[in-house]
């Protein structure tokens, strides 16, 4: 049998020092990626939990004067893994949704983000009854899990503030055996606790800049639809839709998302149209149709230039999205592929509401006769790829209507006016 020498022991924990250290750099790098705070926390708590060897764990976000809860991870029960859902639709819809919790004595996650400072628990169920420590027995008894040892850290970014808290629950040791957190282990979250930090305030300063850019679109956007007796609603309607359908055609996340925050400003160029065009309630004649098709141009001329890469994506969108897919939209009669895909998609989206939605010139139209045209102009009016993920995602299409619902529809025996047209 070797006897372990103090140089030997020495060697030893310098190598796991080694590879405690790249573990640490490994995480640093991952939380530095530029993505939604859904997404980094989530992998935190997975790069906490195989550092501490934790078995399962939680963690919040603080947001409104609450913690969001954002996920759970459990290795003993994968019944209980919460994965987090980044819906981006919170932009213009303003719904965060999660279970909040207050921040204060209330809870054990309320009470480390309340004071600013970790908890390290040997049994949750052994706390002092008169101890301001409160632990929630109730998840436990739900789903017969047992929390045992916990650490539970506040995320505190440079200003002090609370950007969420990281809870780790029930260590195993070397044999996957409940064990004590260690001090070592709460040093390590405490590390990963502050590197978090900062990448949360930069992932939710990323976020408000974007909510900034939205608003500004936003009210530029409503500003040209009220002078067409529209609503926030149709902007609205349309950008969710063209955000469900880019993401059934299997779209990358963040081309998904610029569809959904520059569509609407899809028909800013009726800005540049006269209200007697705009709001006329009749059929236009050949030179009035001529100038409402010149909207597409005039939108394109107000969004050109811009070193925004969320406006020149919505140039785009503003310039093509009457184009058709066998060649006969306007303003440069583009066919296929021609035509860049964004217009493409909002050319669907555009449509359907426009179909089931009152204009001054034609009534509303219900969800099932929309969708059948659609599906009727597949291959001549509309690119048959988009059709076919508009149609795949009809379920969520019809929520999105149903949340922002137009006008009752009209008698469908009636003619509409293709919106094409306008």
């Not at 190598?15 to 750099?25: G, I, P, Q, S, T």
């Not at 859902?85 to 719904?95: A, I, K, P, Q, S």
């Not at 034609?362 to 597949?378: G, H, L, M, Q, Y």
């Not at 008698?411 to 047209?421: C, F, H, L, R, V």
Request: glycine share 6%; aromatic share 6%; net charge negative.
């Amino acid at each position: 049998m070797t006897t372990m020498t103090p140089s030997m022991a020495a060697a030893e924990q310098g190598a796991a020092l080694r590879v405690e250290f790249d573990a640490l750099l490994g995480v640093c790098s991952k939380l530095n990626e530029a993505r939604p705070v859904e997404e980094l926390l989530d992998e935190l708590l997975r790069q906490a939990r195989m550092l501490t060897r934790a078995e399962a764990g939680t963690v919040y976000v603080a947001e409104g004067g609450k913690l969001r809860f954002v996920c759970a991870q459990n290795d003993a029960r994968h019944d209980l893994d919460i994965t987090p859902r980044v819906d981006e639709r919170r932009f213009l819809t303003g719904g965060l949704g999660g279970k909040t919790i207050a921040i204060d004595d209330t809870s054990l996650a309320g009470h480390a983000a309340w004071h600013r400072q970790p908890l390290r628990i040997r049994d949750a169920y052994d706390l002092p009854p008169t101890d301001t420590l409160k632990f929630d027995p109730s998840f436990d008894r739900l789903t017969g899990y047992r929390t045992q040892s916990m650490i539970v850290a506040p995320l505190v970014d440079r200003s002090a503030q609370v950007v969420g808290v990281l809870q780790l629950i029930n260590r195993l040791n070397d044999e996957g055996i409940p064990a004590e957190f260690s001090a070592r282990d709460l040093q390590i979250v405490q590390g990963l606790a502050s590197m978090a930090a900062l990448s949360v305030r930069n992932a939710q300063m990323r976020d408000e800049l974007y909510r900034s850019h939205l608003d500004t679109i936003l009210r530029l956007s409503t500003a040209a639809e009220f002078r067409d007796t529209e609503t926030s609603q149709h902007i609205q309607r349309v950008s969710l839709y063209c955000e469900t359908i880019a993401r059934y055609m299997g779209a990358p996340r963040d081309w998904t998302r610029m569809m959904m925050f520059a569509s609407p400003m899809h028909d800013v160029g009726k800005l540049g149209v006269p209200d007697s065009i705009l709001q006329k309630p009749g059929k236009l004649t050949d030179e009035e149709r001529l100038i409402m098709q010149r909207h597409t141009l005039i939108g394109a001329h107000i969004l050109k230039g811009a070193e925004n890469e969320l406006l020149q994506f919505a140039e785009k969108i503003a310039l093509s999205h009457h184009e058709r897919w066998d060649g006969a939209g306007y303003p440069h009669r583009l066919a296929g592929a021609e035509s860049p895909l964004e217009g493409r998609v909002t050319a669907v989206a555009d449509v359907f509401d426009a179909l089931t939605s009152k204009r001054c010139y034609k009534p509303a139209f219900s969800v099932d006769w929309a969708i059948e045209e659609i599906a009727k102009n597949r291959g001549t009016q509309f690119d048959p790829d988009v059709v076919d993920a508009f149609l795949k995602a009809r379920p969520e299409i019809e929520v999105v209507f149903d949340a922002y619902r137009p006008a009752p529809p009209a008698d469908e025996s009636q003619t509409p006016i293709n919106p094409i047209t306008y």
